[in-house]
């Protein structure tokens, strides 16, 4: 799209309206950019939110200045590169290019990367990859810990040298095997392959193993072999204490003269033959009886033994065999001496005969072996003899049953079979046998020949290392059966590709087409007859690019050079319009032998469904995004589809954070930790288990967010099995019935509290009134002079307790009010506290209390109503006195607060007030003694008229108690209200 300097539309392409989804005729060129910016946010291409905010957003954006973003489609299907250049005259162009296919490769490969980073770690192996100047490209862990190197000695893409070098200084080569090692290791050609092998420090040992790669650089391999090299090291220990023994234990050896004495033996011939003693000297005769005695021989065996050892010819070398009674097998060689003695050379050959003994069983075995084996066998001597022959050789050749085929020579047995017709028919079997007797026998050989029963064979003659050869007989009847049946389907293949619906052409590794279907010529727009077998790819995109296949220029040559330089190795996928209108999806998959296919589908239909569905969902978005009420979608497994931005917005999440996909436990985890929902602690340790809840509909429930908005949630099932979410702000009517909950409330209180005053005020005035009644009776019934005094007096003292109970009830009224009729003065705590401590002495002394006054020295003076604070203090005392049982104790306390003010302190070691109760005790014409029988007057409205007055000289007044405890009730006044004796008015002042 290319925008003049006055920001109005000159001119936009075909690819820019179908992006939009608009015709270009509703826009024409001098359409202002405001309202280009407004159809490209409505449709979604500047990314989710408020499509008016993102216009405004993207009209405010400078222009003379170069830009390159990355944009989301609103859906988040589409993900684009958006370019903004300046042209030299004034305005600029902006451009759009698709990458979703480009991100999500990258996202592919991404991910292949890590599994490849998974896959060399988990390598027990060490690997090394050096560049071609030297340097370390990579590595796992275990080449770490082969090499003894540390992570830092590998930071930083060190060489070779330089990590030779730090292991060195880190004395890691020591002994001169390893200075040899690092010298060879440092002087070597690294384009050539190399082995080495050191023990490191720690005793273990590690194998190297480098090779060159094809770039230049090498790979190095390591391996612990430290157990292969022990088990070395023990195999040369054991093999040198076998030498020693064998020295150590020669053969038998004795050496007799003319006479038949013994002249010379050593120890091994003694025990080797009988292991009784000898002596040298002895006669045949001796020798042979002490053997008989030792129990060598049977019974009367030692003369017929002598007579036959005394009658051997010893003028020529001998050699037998015997075996002893222990059942250990001799070898016994006599040799004729110059003196005419000989000599007797002994050697056990207990374990050759047993070897020999385990040969023949292993031949048996060998023999049922190849008896059951799937193969005919026939072995052959280096004279090509036959030394054995299966019966599966006899049946595949044809030789009969019971023939006998060992020794004899394979050229008679192949002339044989010639002359039974075993070759087939002339001239080919003459060819046949010629053939196969001049194979050379020490190379191996394969061919086939067919019987004449029409079974098809596999000959391979291989040689043996003792230089004869062994043929082996395969029966490949049913191979070549199999074969032949792959050929039959490969034709009904090539049939089927030609009914496909679909465009198919494969490629060989070398690029050049293996067969193709008709259709493909059709879909890729290739002339007829021009996809033949042999083509090269190259060929074919040319020849469609020259034939205008690829559209107008410069987008032509693009596709053509992106086509040439396509990796085929791997899958591709791609959606191209073709000249008339058709729109194709092509891909390209790799085979197994490193060719590949391609694929043209026809999708025209698919692609307009595509676009309507598109241009419907755009309306739809319209539609909710003007909605009233947050909307969500769900899907059945609680994943978001689809929602508006007010759902976000009274939801308390991001919009970015209610895209398409998103799961509800997501969602809800979210919530909790922007803090959506305040819970107590048992129920954050529980949470985890809740994120996971499925929706429950149709459901229905109201939630206040912490921003004080109340939200209604509706749930509702789908037809598909999905839920459909609904968020109404109903704030203003909860506002409205909570304002009527709180009317009606105070309603309840002030008819509570009327009745209340009622019920305590018909007692307290009903008392005093009854005495004035009477006493005045009394006086008019009897006005004798002595009983007037008594009579008016109480008269006098009920009076008085009517109208303290009258100004109780005119103090809370006028309590209220923020300012009082007298004028702040400045008040002495401590002169305070002494005179209410006056007041109360009587009625505590009547108690029998004890009262005391505590005022810390240079309390500052409380410049406030003095009336108001000395009423509250006489509440407070006279609560305490009436409170506190016989012989307990009143303390009237001021102090200085922390914050400068003052503190004053009422504490009794009264009845208490149980924790609970504490807020009623406060209540108008309340008593925590609500039984008709009370045992404490009053009217209730003492520690309610206290707290009054507080309040409204700006001070706070607290109780601290606990049943049978005490109380201690605490007024504290604000630093505002207190004064220094320095700023005190004098008196003159005062009066004024």
Same mark, same amino acid.
């Given at each position: 799209m290319v925008i003049d300097e006055a920001s109005r539309l000159v001119v936009a392409n075909a690819a820019f309206w179908s992006e939009a989804g608009a015709q270009p005729d509703r826009f024409p060129p001098g359409t202002p950019l405001r309202d280009m910016l407004r159809l490209l946010a409505f449709r979604g291409m500047l990314g989710a939110g408020d499509p008016a905010a993102l216009a405004e957003e993207a009209l405010a954006a400078d222009r003379s200045v170069p830009h390159l973003r990355h944009l989301r489609s609103a859906d988040g299907a589409r993900l684009s590169e958006v370019a903004s250049l300046p042209l030299p005259g004034g305005g600029f162009v902006l451009c759009s290019v698709d990458i979703t296919a480009l991100h999500r490769a990258e996202a592919t490969a991404r991910s292949r990367a890590a599994l490849l980073e998974h896959v060399l770690s988990s390598q027990r192996g060490g690997i090394a990859l050096f560049d071609t100047a030297g340097r370390l490209v990579l590595h796992n862990p275990a080449y770490l810990r082969h090499s003894g190197a540390t992570p830092e000695m590998l930071a930083g893409h060190p060489t070779l040298n330089e990590i030779v070098t730090a292991l060195a200084q880190a004395g890691e080569f020591t002994a001169n095997a390893d200075r040899d090692y690092v010298r060879a290791l440092l002087d070597g050609d690294p384009s050539r392959a190399r082995r080495g092998q050191r023990e490191k420090r720690d005793g273990t040992v590690v194998r190297f193993h480098s090779t060159p790669e094809v770039n230049g650089g090498f790979l190095v391999e390591s391996d612990d072999v430290t157990d292969l090299r022990r088990a070395e090291d023990e195999a040369r220990r054991r093999a040198a204490?076998?030498?020693?023994?064998?020295?150590?234990?020669?053969?038998?050896?004795?050496?007799?003269?003319?006479?038949?004495?013994?002249?010379?033996?050593?120890?091994?011939?003694?025990?080797?033959?009988?292991?009784?003693?000898?002596?040298?000297?002895?006669?045949?005769?001796?020798?042979?009886?002490?053997?008989?005695?030792?129990?060598?021989?049977?019974?009367?065996?030692?003369?017929?033994?002598?007579?036959?050892?005394?009658?051997?010819?010893?003028?020529?070398?001998?050699?037998?065999?015997?075996?002893?009674?222990?059942?250990?097998?001799?070898a016994i060689r006599t040799a004729p001496l110059p003196d005419g003695g000989h000599i007797s050379v002994v050697t056990d050959i207990t374990a050759l005969w047993r070897a020999e003994e385990e040969a023949r069983r292993r031949a048996e075995l060998l023999e049922t072996a190849m008896g059951a084996i799937r193969h005919g066998i026939v072995i052959c001597g280096p004279d090509q003899r036959i030394l054995a022959a299966n019966q599966l050789a006899r049946t595949l050749v044809g030789h009969a049953p019971d023939e006998v085929l060992v020794g004899r020579t394979v050229e008679d047995v192949i002339e044989q079979l010639h002359r039974q017709g075993r070759y087939g028919p002339e001239p080919m079997a003459t060819d046949a046998v010629r053939m196969a007797l001049s194979l050379d026998r020490s190379k191996a050989h394969v061919y086939q020949r067919t019987t004449p029963e029409g079974r098809v064979l596999d000959v391979a003659s291989d040689p043996t290392p003792d230089g004869g050869f062994v043929i082996t007989h395969s029966d490949i009847t049913a191979l070549v059966q199999a074969e032949d049946e792959a050929r039959h389907r490969a034709g009904v293949l090539e049939a089927a590709m030609a009914s496909m619906r679909h465009g198919l052409v494969i490629y060989g590794p070398d690029r050049r087409v293996v067969v193709a279907n008709e259709l493909s010529g059709t879909l890729g727009g290739h002339p007829p007859d021009s996809m033949q077998p042999g083509r090269l790819l190259d060929d074919v995109l040319r020849d469609l690019h020259a034939a205008s296949a690829f559209g107008p220029e410069p987008g032509a040559s693009a596709l053509l050079a992106a086509g040439l330089s396509l990796d085929r190795s791997k899958p591709y996928r791609t959606v191209r319009e073709v000249a008339n209108g058709r729109v194709l999806e092509i891909s390209s998959d790799p085979t197994p032998d490193g060719g590949f296919i391609v694929?043209?589908?026809?999708?025209?239909?698919?692609? &307009? @469904?595509? #676009?309507? *569905?598109?241009?419907?969902?755009?309306?739809?978005?319209?539609? !909710?995004?003007? $909605?009233? %009420?947050?909307?969500?979608?769900?899907?059945?497994?609680?994943?978001?589809?689809?929602?508006?931005?007010?759902?976000?917005?009274?939801?308390?999440?991001?919009?970015?954070?209610?895209?398409?996909?998103?799961?509800?436990?997501?969602?809800?985890r979210r919530q909790t930790e922007l803090g959506e929902f305040r819970m107590p602690q048992e129920d954050l340790r529980a949470e985890p288990h809740q994120w996971g809840r499925p929706l429950a509909a149709p459901e229905r429930y109201v939630r206040r967010r912490p921003n004080g908005r109340i939200i209604e949630v509706m749930?509702?099932?789908?037809?598909?099995?999905?839920?459909?979410?609904?968020?109404?702000?109903?704030?203003?009517?909860?506002?409205?019935?909570?304002?009527?909950? &709180? @009317?009606? #409330?105070? *309603?309840?209180?002030?008819?509570?509290?009327?009745?209340?005053? !009622?019920?305590? $005020?018909? %007692?307290?005035?009903?008392?005093?009134?009854?005495?004035?009644?009477?006493?005045?009776?009394?006086?008019?019934a009897d006005p004798a002079p002595d009983s007037i005094a008594e009579y008016a007096g109480a008269m006098h003292q009920a009076g008085r307790h009517l109208l303290s109970l009258i100004d109780d009830i005119l103090d809370v009224a006028r309590a209220g009010r923020a300012e009082s009729d007298a004028k702040p003065m400045p008040v002495e705590p401590a002169a305070l506290l002494?005179?209410?401590?006056?007041?109360?002495?009587?009625?505590?002394?009547?108690?029998?209390?004890?009262?005391?006054?505590g005022a810390e020295a240079g309390l500052p003076r409380a410049l406030c109503d003095e009336r108001r604070?000395?009423?509250?203090?006489?509440?407070? @005392?006279?609560?305490?006195?009436?409170?506190?049982?016989?012989?307990?104790?009143?303390? !009237?306390?001021?102090?200085?607060?922390?914050?400068?003010?003052?503190?004053?302190?009422?504490?009794?070691?009264?009845?208490g007030i149980a924790t609970e109760d504490i807020p009623r005790a406060f209540e108008p014409f309340t008593q925590l003694e609500s039984s008709h029988a009370r045992r404490y007057p009053g009217s209730g409205l003492g520690l309610h008229l206290a707290r009054l007055l507080a309040e409204a000289m700006g001070a706070s007044l607290t109780l601290d108690s606990r049943p049978d405890s005490g109380t201690t009730a605490t007024l504290r006044l604000p630093r505002g209200i207190t004064i220094s004796d320095e700023a005190a008015p004098d008196s003159s002042s005062a009066v004024l």
């Open positions: 204490l076998l030498n020693g023994v064998l020295e150590a234990l020669p053969h038998g050896i004795c050496v007799w003269t003319a006479e038949r004495r013994v002249a010379l033996f050593n120890d091994a011939y003694q025990r080797l033959m009988d292991g009784a003693p000898l002596q040298v000297g002895d006669t045949l005769h001796d020798v042979i009886t002490r053997r008989a005695t030792a129990g060598e021989y049977g019974s009367g065996e030692a003369e017929a033994i002598y007579r036959r050892e005394m009658g051997r010819d010893l003028s020529r070398p001998q050699q037998r065999q015997r075996q002893r009674p222990d059942g250990t097998a001799l694929t043209h589908f026809d999708i025209t239909a698919r692609a &307009r @469904a595509e #676009a309507e *569905a598109r241009q419907r969902a755009a309306i739809l978005h319209v539609m !909710l995004e003007n $909605m009233r %009420h947050g909307i969500a979608l769900f899907d059945a497994e609680s994943r978001l589809i689809a929602s508006n931005g007010l759902a976000a917005s009274m939801c308390g999440l991001p919009p970015e954070l209610m895209a398409p996909g998103t799961t509800l436990t997501e969602m809800r749930t509702d099932r789908t037809p598909d099995g999905g839920y459909i979410r609904s968020y109404t702000d109903v704030t203003d009517d909860r506002h409205v019935r909570d304002e009527l909950e &709180r @009317a009606r #409330a105070a *309603a309840e209180a002030a008819s509570e509290a009327k009745s209340r005053f !009622l019920a305590t $005020m018909s %007692h307290e005035l009903r008392t005093p009134l009854s005495a004035v009644i009477g006493y005045a009776e009394a006086l008019l002494a005179g209410i401590a006056g007041t109360i002495r009587e009625a505590a002394a009547i108690g029998g209390l004890t009262v005391e006054l604070l000395r009423r509250i203090l006489q509440v407070l @005392a006279g609560n305490a006195v009436k409170f506190t049982p016989v012989g307990g104790q009143v303390r !009237l306390e001021a102090a200085r607060a922390e914050d400068a003010g003052l503190v004053f302190r009422v504490v009794d070691s009264g009845i």
